[in-house]
């Protein structure tokens, strides 16, 4: 299904986006979707979403081709004073990021097998990844740039909350392999204005958190160097993902406090793939997560609805 | 590893003479031998680029300093100096006996495991300087009956061409019989399309195999010839479960401290369990077990036949069975089972005197020889709906006679002991530690073996995506696979020993049914092979 999906979306010509639709392009569902959404009138402990999202638009980018855009920060204050609350909880496996804890190995199969493939690494190695740079934008607590060191590359991992890269760094510490690490408080737009560029850039469970997602890519895009890799992870905006994530996951099962998720912010899959390609940036691969109620684990799948992760390449130069 | 370095660098442990000498000489060199030849390990295994915090696992001190640090509310982040002894150790094997050494031997023939830094912690010689073995020699009495899924995993590691160039019987055949004469059975391994059931080997082959494996392997092993005397975990109870600052997070991710009765510690990610039944790890780190004892001892030797034996054979009697099976050339070995009474009788009677009460057990003492087959045996049970296989139709044989006892008697007293949990964060157990059973089916190591090999794979798909080995959420997935399979086989053997422990009077003829109704339902028959010899599917019966 994803493969047929990705197909689908290749045949789709950019062109059809025209720069006044950008903007609603993020907002509107039913672009691609045409579902019906539920009114949340009659559930009121339910979260104020799937109606259009309250929170003020960011300014509009339509600053003429030439003159040099002030670079809007990708940063949503509110968004990021959430993960500040909850900061301390980063590597309790049963606290609010249980989640990531459980999707981990799932996600970093997906991760493995796609560098290893791209960049010609032996996958039958406990460090396939050494001798590649990699950025963990957004790295929260470090569940992700952790085990990316472990396997040998090269991390960074950048996060805008303070709190956040204070635990990754106590925690990376503990282990010698984790402890090279180089964590830092910034954003993805301060790296690139610094000039930094990485073999493989990876952002998971961030662009929905994000103010502007297509500056967001953008600024992905300029981290990586050509011929280098993005992977990108997160919620799609479809029911099915407004029901797993925001009421399963923050009402129900009270896994996440209430309101962490916006859903009016998520990307579906052919948005992502959309975005990303104005920035040059070809996705080549996209899998969904499933999660088996049962056994609570985790599976790699071509169900895309609900969690999806997509791997893509910038085209190498010359 | 440690001891192909100990071997090739010529440095061996303390020689036998030095046991006379004081305990601290004796500790002093203990510790000496260890730190050579780990600096020889480091030189050639370690860059040392990593920096890593000093004293974190060299002494208590460590903990007294996180505790002060973590009151003042700041971890200095700059104390970070090169320190090569402080390196934490990846996993930590507590008991090198033969499931500790399989899970050593596995991690080290895998391509994701085998760079991992291992310790092994065992007060055993033969660890450091492995036993020759010679063809000759008679057989220990202490034998496993290992199943075709063992000899896979031996295979698959490599160890299994060590097993071969020493004394090993396999045996395609068993024959189960009652003493009151009314039923047998018959196992044969075509009934399951397999050239074997098993493979019956010394324990110390089967030990010695998996130490030379390793060997052969330029792994990096370190052995610590000393026991474990105690075991700090973080967080320890200082730390509250609800305290989520963050100098409270690093105590929750903390490593595990070991430290042995030598004086020596060391610092590991991953604690693994695997020192038998009295486990000190379990108990140092809280699980608890579920388990009884019967009041019942086996007793074990080797014996001797005039002829080799090439059939497993068991036959139970008003106080428990006895299993006498070949363990190559005309020896065979002997698990006797019976009351505390009458095991410390028959281990002193004089030899002449237990060969004739073994040639009685094993012929027609207590009660006849059962019949042959019923001509009408097929149809009696045909209700149930099963096929003839062919043994079948294979009639009574009386074993081997035993002429002469080859070895010391020993009578070990019989229970069942399942660990309520196998893991926790940076521990887990395996073999013995997490569950012993009664030496009856010859299971225990196998369910052991399985529990190291199982570990070691998902060890290795921890390591595959990066994720820290000693995670719970990893090692619950051990858990999750063994726990199962283990209390399944406990099961089955408990029901084994309830039927066959008690004597009915005259429902023993039931028992015997059950015997013919094993014999001729084959699908039935085929469930119990498959599980008696490894493969994971309970049988609905006995
Ligand atoms: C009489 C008898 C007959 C048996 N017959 C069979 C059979 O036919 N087939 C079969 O499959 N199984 C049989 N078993 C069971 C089998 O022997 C065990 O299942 C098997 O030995 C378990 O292996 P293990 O490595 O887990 O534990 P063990 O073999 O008990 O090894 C534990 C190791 O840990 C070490 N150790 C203990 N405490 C510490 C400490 N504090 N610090 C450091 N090291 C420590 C010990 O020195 C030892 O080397 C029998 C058992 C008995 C008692
Ligand atoms: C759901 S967490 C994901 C953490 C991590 N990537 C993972 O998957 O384990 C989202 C993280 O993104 C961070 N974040 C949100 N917006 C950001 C931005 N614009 N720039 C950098 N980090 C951001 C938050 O602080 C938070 O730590």
Known sequence: MAAKLLSRLRQLDTRLISPQHQRPFFRNARLFSGQQIPSSDSHPSLPPTPTPTPTPLPPPTAGSAGEKRQRTSSLKDHELAKFAAISDTWWDSEGPFKPLHAMNPTRLAFIRSTLCRHFSKDPNVPKPFEGLEIVDVGCGGGILSEPLARLGATVTGVDAVEKNIKIAHLHADLDPTTSTIDYVCTTAEKLVEEGRQFDAVMSLEVIEHVADPAEFCKSLAALTRPGGAVVISTINRSIRAYAAAIVAAEYILHWLPRGTHQWSSFLTPEELVMILKRSSIDVEEMAGFVLNPLTGKWLLSDDVSVNFIAFATKKAEG | ?542
């Open chain 2, 1 to 542: 590893m440690y001891v192909g370095g100990l071997e090739k660098n010529r440095l061996p442990l303390p020689p036998p003479e030095l046991a006379s000498l004081s305990p601290s000489l004796l500790r002093a060199a203990a510790r000496m031998n260890r730190l050579v030849v780990r600096r020889t390990l480091y030189s050639n295994h370690h860059p040392l680029k990593c920096s890593w915090k000093r004293g974190f696992c060299s002494g208590g001190e460590a903990a007294a300093a996180a505790a002060s640090s973590a009151s003042s509310g700041q971890l200095n982040l700059e104390d970070r100096t090169f320190a090569g002894d402080d390196q934490p150790y990846d996993l930590a094997i507590v008991g090198g006996g033969m499931v500790g050494m399989a899970l050593a031997c596995s991690l080290a023939t895998k391509p994701l495991t085998k760079h991992l830094k291992v310790a092994i912690i065992d007060s055993n010689p033969t660890l450091a300087n492995k036993l020759s073995i010679k063809r000759e020699d008679p057989p220990d009495p202490r034998v496993s009956t290992v199943t075709p899924a063992t000899i896979s995993y031996f295979q698959d590691a490599g160890a299994w061409q060590y097993v071969q160039q020493h004394r090993h019987a396999f045996f395609d055949k068993m024959q189960v019989w009652d003493y009151t004469g009314l039923g047998y059975t018959t196992y044969d391994a075509r009934d399951v399309n397999k050239d074997v059931l098993g493979c019956v080997v010394e324990n110390r082959v089967l030990h010695s195999s998996l130490l030379s494996r390793i060997e052969d392997t330029d792994v990096q092993k370190t052995i610590y010839p000393s026991r474990l005397a105690s075991m700090i975990r973080y967080p320890s109870s200082s730390v509250k479960a609800d305290d989520n600052t963050w100098e409270a997070s690093y105590m929750k991710a903390g490593l595990v401290k070991l430290e042995m009765s030598d004086g020596s510690s060391l610092c590991t990610k991953l604690v693994v369990g695997a020192d038998g039944a009295k486990s000190q790890v379990r108990n140092l780190a809280g699980f608890k077990t579920t388990g009884w004892n019967y009041s019942q001892n086996a007793i074990i030797c080797t014996v001797e036949h005039s002829v080799a034996n090439h059939t497993a054979w068991q036959r139970f009697l008003p106080d428990g069975p006895i299993a006498l099976l070949p363990i190559g050339d005309n020896f065979s070995n002997i698990v006797w089972t019976m009351s505390p009474k009458q095991a410390s009788d028959l281990t002193v009677m004089n030899e002449d005197e237990f060969v004739k009460a073994v040639n009685q057990a094993m012929d027609n003492g207590y009660g006849p020889h059962p019949k042959s087959n019923f001509s009408n045996g097929s149809n009696k049970f045909s209700f149930l709906g099963g096929n003839l296989t062919m043994s079948t139709n294979e009639s009574f044989e009386v074993p081997p006679k035993v002429v002469k006892l080859a070895s010391k008697r020993a009578a070990f007293p019989l229970s069942l002991m399942h660990a309520n949990d196998y893991v926790a964060k940076r521990i887990v157990l395996i073999g013995d530690a997490a569950h012993a059973v009664h030496p009856l089916a010859g299971q225990g190591v196998n369910l052991g073996f399985g529990d190291a090999f199982t570990l070691s794979r998902i060890i290795g798909e921890g390591v595959a995506v990066g994720t820290d080995i000693g995670e719970v959420s990893l090692l619950r997935k051990y858990e999750a696979e063994r726990k199962p399979a283990n209390i399944a086989m406990m099961a089955v053997l408990d029901g084994f020993q309830k039927i066959y422990s008690v004597d009915f009077g005259p429902l023993n003829v039931l028992r015997a049914a059950a015997f013919h109704a094993a014999n001729y339902i084959s699908p039935l028959k085929r469930g119990i092979i498959s599980y008696a010899s490894g493969e994971q599917r309970l049988p609905i019966f006995p």
